[in-house]
């Protein structure tokens, strides 16, 4: 997700959803099956739970793990921040170069998108993370398997010295199975134009399960935004249309608080993502604030936001 006005610039039925998780499997085979609930009688263990923090002092993470299926518990206690996103960089990549690369990609300058999209696909792998608000905590889940991986906070990629941290992973699998999703959010292209498909119904308090499939190299976030009982879709509409064509925010207040949108960062095609989030409900719309890889054009400008009830 992006801040500012220009970008703001600173994702049985239990064994389906921790393969869904992992980096290998994706497509609409395991849509079903995950949408299907577990019977209440089952018991079953939960995933290793990693707690991170975010505050004017840093970012407070953990710095081991062990593999399988994990749970990332993300609050802030800072209003201008809280977008933690996890990293997995390829072998001899520095941070440093990776947030070169980042700091192109969230640039509202096609070249430099597209020149940042290409650098990435050889740095590291973009596996998600979530959007929050002091008040909008929330959680993510995926599949670690044995390595290096990074947090870091979007929101303050631009300082200085911009809060990481590193995690590495080893030792035995771990057990657990996550919790099945009430409904699955999957970013795709259709006829060449970005499209969500939503299936299941998002409740509220339980789990959302973001998929990216749109072709390789493409990269989308899902943030959520509540819309206020006046707001129509043609409001919506209306604002969309007055994003830059490589994806610079009108100068003007719009339908969509911007300071209390939640959900999942940006990840890889083929990747897929277990939101917990802070939603209530009502009306929302998601967005994708990121770019074509390809061109640099808007996604959301693009058609890349939907409108949807939670219940």
């Given at each position: 997700?992006?801040?500012?006005?220009?970008?703001?610039?600173?994702?049985?039925?239990?064994?389906?959803?921790?393969?869904?998780?992992?980096?290998?499997?994706?497509?609409?085979?395991?849509?079903?099956?995950?949408?299907?609930?577990?019977?209440?009688?089952v018991?079953?263990?939960?995933?290793?739970?990693?707690?991170?923090?975010?505050?004017?002092?840093?970012?407070?993470?953990?710095t081991?793990?062990?593999?399988?299926?994990t749970?990332?518990?993300?609050?802030?206690?800072d209003?201008?921040?809280?977008?933690?996103?996890?990293?997995?960089?390829?072998?001899?990549?520095?941070?440093?170069?990776?947030?070169?690369?980042?700091?192109?990609?969230?640039?509202?300058?096609?070249?430099?998108?597209?020149?940042g999209?290409?650098?990435m696909?050889?740095?590291a792998?973009?596996?998600?993370?979530?959007?929050?608000?002091?008040?909008?905590?929330?959680?993510?889940?995926?599949t670690?398997?044995?390595?290096t991986?990074?947090?870091?906070?979007?929101?303050?990629?631009?300082?200085?010295?911009?809060?990481?941290?590193?995690?590495?992973?080893?030792?035995?699998?771990?057990t657990?199975?996550a919790?099945?999703?009430?409904?699955?959010?999957?970013?795709?292209?259709?006829?060449?134009?970005?499209r969500?498909?939503?299936?299941?119904?998002?409740r509220a308090?339980?789990?959302?399960?973001?998929?990216?499939?749109?072709?390789?190299?493409?990269?989308?976030e899902?943030i959520?935004?509540?819309?206020a009982?006046?707001?129509?879709e043609?409001?919506?509409?209306?604002?969309?249309?007055?994003?830059?064509?490589?994806?610079?925010?009108?100068?003007?207040p719009?339908?969509l608080?911007l300071?209390?949108?939640?959900?999942?960062?940006?990840?890889?095609?083929?990747?897929?993502?277990?939101?917990?989030?802070t939603l209530?409900?009502?009306?929302?719309?998601?967005?994708?604030?990121?770019?074509?890889?390809?061109?640099?054009?808007?996604?959301?400008k693009r058609?890349?936001?939907k409108?949807?009830?939670?219940?």
């Open positions: 997700m992006r801040s500012g006005r220009t970008r703001r610039t600173l994702a049985t039925a239990g064994v389906l959803l921790a393969l869904s998780l992992t980096t290998g499997l994706s497509g609409a085979a395991v849509a079903e099956p995950l949408a299907t609930a577990r019977p209440a009688a018991e079953e263990a939960a995933p290793q739970t990693l707690e991170l923090k975010s505050s004017t002092d840093g970012l407070t993470a953990p081991t793990a062990h593999p399988g299926p749970t990332f518990r993300v609050s802030t206690t209003p201008a921040s809280g977008w933690i996103s996890l990293v997995r960089p390829k072998p001899g990549v520095t941070f440093e170069s990776f947030r070169a690369s980042i700091l192109k990609m969230i640039n509202a300058v096609g070249p430099d998108i597209v020149e999209s290409a650098e696909r050889q740095k792998e973009l596996l998600g993370g979530t959007v929050i608000h002091p008040n909008l905590p929330a959680s993510f889940t995926r670690l398997t044995p390595g991986y990074w947090f870091f906070d979007y929101r303050n990629i631009r300082a200085e010295n911009p809060r990481h941290s590193v995690l590495t992973v080893g030792g035995t699998t771990g657990g199975t919790p099945a999703p009430a409904a699955t959010l999957t970013g795709r292209m259709t006829d060449g134009q970005p969500w498909n939503l299936d299941g119904t998002v308090g339980r789990p959302i399960l973001f998929r990216n499939a749109m072709p390789d190299g493409q990269y989308i899902a959520f935004f509540r819309l009982a006046d707001v129509t043609q409001d919506v509409r209306d604002y969309v249309a007055d994003f830059g064509d490589t994806g610079q925010f009108p100068d003007y719009g339908p608080d300071e209390q949108g939640t959900g999942g960062l940006p990840m890889d095609s083929g990747q897929s993502s277990l939101l917990e989030l209530q409900p009502g009306r929302y719309v998601v967005v994708d604030f990121f770019s074509d890889a390809k061109d640099g054009s808007s996604l959301i058609g890349h936001w409108i949807f009830e939670v219940k």
